[in-house]
């Protein structure tokens, strides 16, 4: 069985909105990726509005065949919106002013009560609720308690380890495996619980077919690796570069 990808398109909007220009597109990025073979669209829809504006989630609703994924912290603006506008799934993450990227999974476990009250207002409205999680059990237990339907774990760990000096030497190889057991793990155990698994951050074509080769994770969000490498060889391509990795993996 074959693994679910949804690309990432929010660096497209990044480049777009470093001129508060209309291009490049994401309506027309979204549309390559479907045609491309890309099984879903996620965007992050951030509070400070840095690159995927809210006119964007409107306009990728209406015009989304595949699956649209929404990306957002558990606020209540942003709650509205999504009841508002109706994607096919939301995925509740960890947000901090400043950061560059997300910089880890949501901390359900110490912040229960307020992802217990969100995931209740997002399924009370009929959509499916997926939370970012590290790949910890104390994690995936409060994700289940508190009711959601799948879990994304953050593969940032392991890409870390995969990427640039760190992958050749003896310790990177090191934590790399380790993590890569530790993702296995929360796989299961979560399947366990009757979460639906997801993976995503930071993986990259290089480290994503040990990651899609656990079983339990049947869909994976990957946008910078896929959005950088279509800078040189084309959106289209890229996207089928990363389904051909992943069904590799799986086959």
């Known amino acids: 069985m074959t693994a679910r990808l949804n690309v990432n398109i929010d660096h497209v ?28 669209i996620t965007v992050h829809l951030r509070g400070d509005r840095r690159h995927i504006q809210d006119e964007d989630i409107y306009t990728l609703r209406r015009i989304v065949t595949t699956y649209l994924n929404l990306e957002m912290a558990a606020t209540d603006e942003m709650i509205r919106l999504a009841t508002d506008a109706r994607p096919d799934a939301v995925t509740l993450v960890a947000e901090n002013p400043g950061e560059l990227t997300t910089e880890g999974g949501l901390d359900a476990a ?10 209740d207002r997002l399924r009370e409205a009929g959509l499916f609720v997926s939370l970012f999680i590290d790949p910890d059990a104390r ?15 953050c593969t940032a760990v392991y890409a870390e380890a995969t990427v640039g000096a760190r992958a050749v030497h003896s310790e990177g190889r090191a934590r790399a495996a380790a993590e890569l057991g530790r993702l296995g793990e929360a796989a299961t155990l979560a399947a366990q619980y009757g979460l639906h698994v997801a993976a995503g951050h930071g993986l990259t074509y290089r480290n994503v077919g040990e990651v899609a080769a656990i079983p339990e994770i ?24 990363m389904r051909a990795r992943i069904r590799e993996a799986k086959s």
């Not at 001129?19 to 479907?34: G, I, K, Y």
């Not at 110490?110 to 995931?119: K, M, Q, S, T």
């Not at 994690?139 to 774990?153: K, S």
């Open 13 to 40: 909007a990044t480049v777009r909105q470093a001129r508060r220009a209309p291009e490049p597109s994401v309506a027309a990025a979204a549309l390559m990726c479907e045609e491309a073979g890309a099984d879903g």
């Open 110 to 119: 110490a912040n229960f009560d307020a992802v217990h009250a969100a995931v």
């Open 139 to 153: 994690q995936i237990e409060a994700a289940h308690n508190a009711g959601a339907q799948q879990v994304e774990l």
């Open 218 to 241: 049947t869909e994976f969000n990957i946008g910078h690796n896929v959005v950088a490498r279509a800078v040189l060889t084309g959106l289209a391509e890229a996207v089928r570069e």
